[in-house]
T-cell receptor, first 112, second 114 residues
Framework: NAGVTQTPKFQVLKTGQSMTLQCAQDMNHNSMYWYRQDPGMGLRLIYYSASEGTTDKGEVPNGYNVSRLNKREFSLRLESAAPSQTSVYFC???????????FGDGTRLSIL | AQSVTQPDIHITVSEGASLELRCNYSYGATPYLFWYVQSPGQGLQLLLKYFSGDTLVQGIKGFEAEFKRSQSSFNLRKPSVHWSDAAEYFCAVVAGNYGQNFVFGPGTRLSVLP
């Protein structure tokens, strides 16, 4: 049982570069989420998808875009990376909307 | 808007001692409340959740939490801590059933002395 799988695990970017963080879940969950974690701030919601074909902004969406490619996959894109986006990014999923239950192991992103 | 505070940034306990991690929330109605644990280098794992009913909730790994409406609190407890419990613990609250209304507290880091 893989659960929630995130790729890559680590990434270093230069300011202005773009990249896509991938997330896939194998639990047939409807809802998926992207969070960022910064020291002392807990997790903050970037975007979420209540079901396939829908996405909504969270608390900190600026500088990010998402795609719910199908029920399994939910990707997060940084179009022009900025140092302020240096963080650890977590993808999560759940069957119940609005209650993240299963988390991936995170992507550690550094932007120079 | 709802909010969550965890007054203790870092707590250290001896192995075998009891543990209580504090969580306070701000919300007009009864919210849904959650506790998660995050081991170093890993994602979060759901320990337990409270929706309604019995105010004492049992979770995994021997943890329990008690909802106290009068104190707007949802404290996490464990009677005897094991070294493997060293981790970061997050309290969370959701108002309604929408992802954007799910708010995490800042976390409490637990260290366990042998």
């Amino acid at each position: 049982n893989a659960g929630v799988t995130q790729t890559p695990k680590f990434q270093v970017l230069k300011t202005g570069q773009s990249m896509t963080l991938q997330c896939a879940q194998d639990m047939n969950h409807n809802s998926m989420y992207w969070y960022r974690q910064d020291p002392g701030m807990g997790l903050r919601l970037i975007y979420y998808s209540a079901s396939e074909g829908t996405t909504d902004k969270g608390e900190v969406p600026n500088g990010y875009n998402v795609s719910r490619l199908n029920k399994r996959e939910f990707s997060l894109r940084l179009e022009s990376a900025a140092p302020s986006q240096t963080s650890v990014y977590f993808c999560a999923s759940s069957q119940e909307e609005g209650q993240p239950q299963h988390f991936g192991d995170g992507t550690r992103l550094s932007i120079l | 808007a709802q909010s969550v505070t965890q007054p203790d940034i870092h707590i250290t306990v001896s192995e075998g001692a009891s543990l209580e991690l504090r969580c306070n929330y701000s919300y007009g109605a009864t919210p849904y409340l959650f506790w998660y644990v995050q081991s170093p280098g890993q994602g979060l794992q759901l320990l337990l959740k409270y929706f309604s009913g019995d105010t004492l909730v049992q979770g995994i790994k021997g943890f329990e939490a008690e909802f106290k409406r009068s104190q707007s609190s949802f404290n996490l407890r464990k009677p005897s801590v094991h070294w493997s419990d060293a981790a970061e613990y997050f309290c969370a609250v959701v108002a309604g059933n929408y992802g954007q209304n799910f708010v995490f507290g800042p976390g409490t880091r637990l260290s366990v002395l042998p």
